[in-house]
């Protein structure tokens, strides 16, 4: 009986693992690959929400995003590979996806729904790596294409030695393997008895790709190779079928030609010498009647016939038996006919689904070449402003976010383009230098400035304090003749006092006052130079910045009062804004500027 291999990741093959089960055919299941969530920033997910179209490659492309997102948008079209993947989204997401009848990605782009795709904005969820013909497709029908990576897969030991030697203990005869990733784990031991132990066994796959792909990469003949019509367990199940009846319709029928030989060959070896036993005991039974008499010779002729009937329904059964193994064979042969020409047929159909399939590839792949030949200059072009302003933004602009957003649009542009690691490796050592890049806290420079301009009305100019008025003389005239003198002085002063209002003071020098239009001006150049200054922080222009502050101290010192505290406050805030330290000629150069002429060339 054939002994087979499950690969499949934890969690899945349960129902192939039950029908092979079903038919009393041993399997283990070795899972060799584990899904690991990749980290995704809302940037990347933004897309989801404004997309029109939304393609999940796979189950886990499913589960990974619902782990990260509750809903999809109601707007967007839902569009699965296969329908375990529909019923996944159908789950975790309570939506009706749209699943092609052949359930891989040529079926998918050969929907109706997916030929026009101008302006569409299409999100694609998949795991990293994988075939690029979906994306590659979706962008030469226009598409505005997103790539959404969930999840990758990762070998569960670093060699498949340990693999191999339990298969070879549980002598396993075929392995079950759903993606390339699977193939290369497997094959990835140390030791080469292994090697060309597993080079022998028979290997199930679910696509023509993986076929191709065990052939080329590993050497593995075409004949220990058997392509399932689909990936799901049932289709795999049916591909393993017809190799374990085969088997063991081969063995039935090695039985069956052993047990007629023997029949057919037993009865002249003993009926022969059971009639001799028999004519033996006739002559004794002669020489006993001869001897004991007429009634013992009685007994001997009965005992005589009752054998003769024994051996008669003795040889019935036998011709009877020989009928029987006769026609068992005859049934046993139709039967085994009718299974050649059923494996023929499946053998035929699947031969002619697989060169539809090579024809398909090879004109889509004749298409893609020309597509992206034509293309290719739309592409240099972006590919080029996007570094260019990626370098501006970081620079001119010192706008690290906006460079890391450029650069990570740049990425999506060229990830799926061929010869691209160079150039992917240098957008991510670009995207890393500027996160590491030091912040300025421009906006709580800006504000604080901001606050100072609101201060400036309620300063205390420097105003002269007057001293109290002298108490004025008493003008009361006296009674006295001998007074007249007073009396004329104080008559006089009073008489003046009525044309000219005349107070003194306790000072010597009396220093001009400020009117209000003087105050107001000098509010406006105080608030002129903290306005200059804030302008400068923003175009990033240093000596202009601590050259504002520098007046602005300047202006407050001469012409406000040191005594109060809010000018005070401000001569302390101003300080320090003049010992802040502020870089903004920093230079940073991107790698991705070399990276990117090189890949285009």
């Known amino acids: ?46 897309p989801l929400q404004e997309a029109d179209i939304i393609v999940f490659i796979s189950q886990d492309a499913v589960r990974q995003l619902a782990l990260r997102v509750n809903t999809l948008p109601q707007s967007a079209q839902l569009f699965a590979v296969g329908e375990q993947t529909a019923l996944a989204i159908q789950t975790h997401f309570s939506r009706h996806a749209i699943t092609p009848k052949q359930q891989d990605s040529e079926g998918l782009l050969a929907l109706a729904q997916l030929q026009q795709l101008e302006t569409k904005q299409v999100v694609l969820v998949k795991g990293q790596g994988g075939r690029a013909l979906l994306a590659k497709t979706m962008k030469q029908r226009g598409a505005i294409l997103n790539m959404c990576a969930v999840y990758k897969r990762v070998a569960q030991q670093s060699t498949s030695d340990v693999w191999l030697d339990h298969w070879r203990s549980e002598q396993i005869d075929g392995i079950v393997i759903t993606s390339n990733a699977a193939i290369d784990a497997i094959f990835d031991c140390q030791h080469t008895e292994n090697l060309t132990w597993l080079k022998t066994r028979l290997f199930f796959l679910v696509s023509q790709r993986s076929a191709s792909y065990l052939e080329d990469s590993y050497g593995v003949e075409s004949q220990h190779i058997h392509v399932a019509s689909g990936p799901g367990d ?24 052993s047990e007629p030989v ?18 033996k005991l006739a002559v004794l039974a002669l020489l006993v009647a001869m001897v004991g008499g007429a009634a013992t010779t009685g007994l001997i002729i009965h005992g005589q016939q009752i054998s003769d009937k024994t051996y008669a329904a003795l040889a019935q059964l036998r011709a009877d038996n020989t009928q029987l193994s006769e026609q068992l064979k005859q049934t046993q042969a139709q039967l085994i006919g009718l299974k050649q020409q059923q494996l023929q047929v499946n053998k035929n159909i699947e031969q002619q689904l697989a060169l539809q399939t090579q024809t398909v590839d090879a004109q889509l792949q004749a298409a893609l070449s020309q ?5 290719s200059p739309a592409l240099n072009s972006e590919v080029h402003y996007l570094q260019r302003m990626a370098q501006f ?14 650069l990570q649009r740049l990425y999506q542009v060229v990830q799926n383009e061929v010869d691209n690691t160079a150039l992917l490796s240098a957008i991510a050592t670009d995207i890393a230098t500027l996160q590491a890049q030091p912040k300025p806290a421009f906006e709580a420079l800006y504000m604080q400035l901001h606050g100072m301009l609101q201060q400036v009305d309620d300063l205390a100019l420097k105003m002269l304090q007057l001293p109290e008025l002298k108490p004025q003389i008493d003008n009361q005239l006296s009674g006295d003749v001998g007074d007249f003198k007073s009396n004329f002085k104080k008559t006089w002063q009073a008489l003046v006092d009525d044309f000219i209002q005349v107070r003194t003071r306790e000072v010597a020098v009396i220093d001009p006052l400020l009117d209000a239009e003087q105050q107001q001006l000098l509010r406006a150049q105080l608030r002129s ?23 602005a101290e300047a202006t407050l010192v001469q012409f406000y009062n040191p005594q109060d505290s809010a000018v005070q406050s401000m001569q302390t805030s101003l300080v320090a804004l003049l010992q802040a330290p502020l870089k903004f000629s920093s230079q940073i150069n991107l790698q991705s500027a070399t990276a990117v002429k090189e890949w285009l060339q």
């Not at 283990?28 to 969530?37: A, M």
């Not at 597509?371 to 293309?375: E, G, H, R, S, Y």
Request: glycine content about 4%; hydrophobic content about 40%; charged content about 15%.
């Open 371 to 375: 597509a992206k030949q034509q293309i």
């Open 1 to 46: 009986m054939m002994r087979i291999a499950i690969t499949r990741p934890e969690g899945k093959g349960l129902q192939l693992s039950q029908l092979l089960n079903q038919q009393d055919i041993y399997n283990v299941h070795t899972p060799v690959l584990r899904i690991v969530p990749c980290e995704l920033s809302p940037n990347e997910l933004a």
């Open 393 to 406: 933004k970081a620079n001119a602009e010192q706008d690290y976010q906006g460079a890391i957003a450029v």
């Open 529 to 551: 130079h903290l306005s200059q200054a804030q302008t400068a922080l923003m175009d990033k222009q240093a000596s202009i910045f601590f050259s504002a502050l520098e007046s």
């Open 262 to 279: 023997q029949q057919h060959v037993e009865p002249p070896a003993t009926q022969p010498i059971f009639k001799q036993k028999v004519s």
């Open 234 to 257: 049932l289709a795999i199940f049916t591909s393993i079928v017809p190799n374990q009846h085969q088997q063991g319709s081969h063995m039935s029928e090695q039985d069956t030609q």
